[in-house]
């Protein structure tokens, strides 16, 4: 009965789809987990001993709202990573994870029925966070046909007089695809003539693969002074349980974000900064030596998943980004939850259904490849069983 | 030493039985590429042998293990590599390095019983001219042992399923 003391507007939000999965793995001790969504490294050494070392010398308080020194490396790295230009002291805020980053944003920027534009399949939270902000998201879908990036014609089609955000994710989660230069120039251009914000959302920036650089759309000209730069820590830097993000943009911007910030959060916890100091560090002077080691790991068990996939027939794209892949099911003729539930039941296997990151997502799973290839290559073989047997 | 055959190294020092079809599709190569790489460390003597880490505790067979700790004096012309030679010839050193610190030589020995370690020592380690003394200590548990964690299985500690 207590429900009725719940805002209908947040009950309208649905769960998230992967919850029920959750729930059903947590019983099965044979399961193999494709469904993470974070690396499978423990954060390097050095950096979890500088948030000890913090504690030990009895670093216990509050920080700025801001956040600490860490926006200065902030700053440094991006331009020398992204040749992006943020001012450390007053265009930079360290939130907590890039999902509050995201949230906090989404409440600075969105008015009441503003339209928010968010490609998909996506991170789950855009959505949702669109309508905790009183917003309308509005989906853009992508297609594997074109890799997953995002067409300015399609963008186009879905802009009104009321759209004022887009989200835009690349490298993708789930997908793995990246976005090319050209064809963010030209979602760029679109930006810009109907005065939209951009939220960038730039946290698996660093895991590319082939070759591949992932533009900034904050760096093409225009786009600037209508764009945030969000990231964190997470994924490339292998720190998810540290919480550890932040946001770029212009100074009245990042003011509004941290006017919530400040009523909401105060501040990222001390600990987590100074790890996070410590990791741009360290990084800037071995060359990202770890983030690349960590890379170069992703990299090859990528291939041996895609490979793997397609040898059992499953049409698989390949992702140039992140560290999952999103092959379709669609030949099964099952839909993505039932594909995932029937392979967990049957084979023991965790996998995200596709509808889960929104509907053009179904007919596809995404799986994640940073799990021990051991593990892997057993999760192939019980994949293979589990298709036969269809 | 080439990016390949880095690549090729560290997929091997994770797991040596890793069958040359999936090395080819994790590094991008072709299977004759990859046997050819191989080829050529072995030939060169970067990948001296392929063995097993094995946990002796969890089979039959009895294995005492020590780390001795050897001063020696160099020798004229030869330093400690003369002595290292001797040393490296007996069938009970597993392991022998040249350590920096307060002592010259550590060895790794093995013997079947704690006698014939001690017979080691005694009767063939002690006896060489060149050691002026020497410090046993005695493995009593393995916790780790080239990067592999013995009897403490670490799971995964992530969620099962994440976003």
Known sequence: ?390 | MNGRQRQVLDLLNEDCRIPLERMAVMLDMDIQEVADTIDKLEKDHVILCYRPVVNWDRTERNVVEAMIEVKVTPQRDFGFDAVARRINSFEEVRSLYLMSGTYDLLIQVTAPTLKELAQFISERLSPLETVTGTSTSFVLKRYKQDGVVFDLPEGDRRLSISP
């Open chain 1, 1 to 390: 009965m207590s429900s009725r003391f719940v805002n209908p507007a947040i009950s309208a939000v649905p769960p998230s789809a992967i919850r029920r999965f959750f729930d059903i793995a947590g019983t099965m001790k044979d399961a193999i987990s494709l469904g993470v969504g974070e690396p499978d490294f423990v954060t390097p050494f050095p950096v979890r001993n500088t948030a000890i070392d913090s504690l030990l010398d009895g670093e216990t308080s509050y920080t700025t709202n801001a956040g600490i020194q860490l926006r200065q490396e902030i700053s440094w790295y991006l331009k020398n990573r992204s040749q992006l230009e943020y001012a450390p002291e007053d265009e930079v805020l360290v939130t907590v994870g890039a999902s509050e980053a995201i949230d906090i944003a989404l409440r600075a920027l969105v008015r009441p029925g503003d339209e928010v534009l968010i490609p998909e399949p996506c991170y789950i939270s855009y959505q949702a966070c669109t309508l905790f902000a009183s917003g309308v998201p509005v989906s853009v879908p992508t297609r594997a046909e074109n890799d997953f990036e995002l067409l300015a014609e399609d963008l186009k089609k879905r802009i009104t007089k009321k759209s004022r955000v887009l989200v835009l994710s690349y490298p993708s989660n789930p997908t793995g695809a990246v976005m090319p230069l050209e064809r963010l120039k030209a979602v760029a251009e679109l930006a810009i003539k109907h005065d939209l914000f951009v939220i960038c959302d730039e946290i698996y920036a660093e895991l590319c693969y082939e070759g591949f650089t992932q533009h900034s759309i904050a760096s093409l000209p225009g786009m600037r002074e209508r764009t945030m730069v969000v990231s964190g820590f997470s994924k490339a830097f292998a720190m998810t349980g540290f919480r550890l993000g932040y946001l770029c943009a212009p100074r009245a911007i990042v003011a509004a974000c941290a006017r919530i910030h400040q009523y909401t959060i105060m501040c990222a916890s001390r600990q987590s900064q100074v790890a996070s100091y410590n990791a741009l560090k360290q990084g800037r002077e071995s060359n990202y030596a770890d983030v690349s080691r960590m890379r170069e790991s992703y990299d090859r068990r990528r291939r041996l998943m895609v490979q793997s996939f397609r040898d059992m027939g499953l049409s698989c794209f390949e992702p140039r980004g992140a560290f999952y892949t999103f092959p379709s099911i669609r030949h099964t003729g099952l839909s993505s939850e039932q594909f995932c539930e029937r392979l967990l039941n049957e084979q023991h296997v965790v996998t995200v259904p596709g509808n889960a990151f929104g509907p053009s997502g179904e007919g596809h799973i995404r799986c994640c490849y940073a799990t021990a290839t051991e593990k892997l290559v057993e999760a192939f073989a019980r994949i293979a069983l589990f298709l036969e047997s269809l």
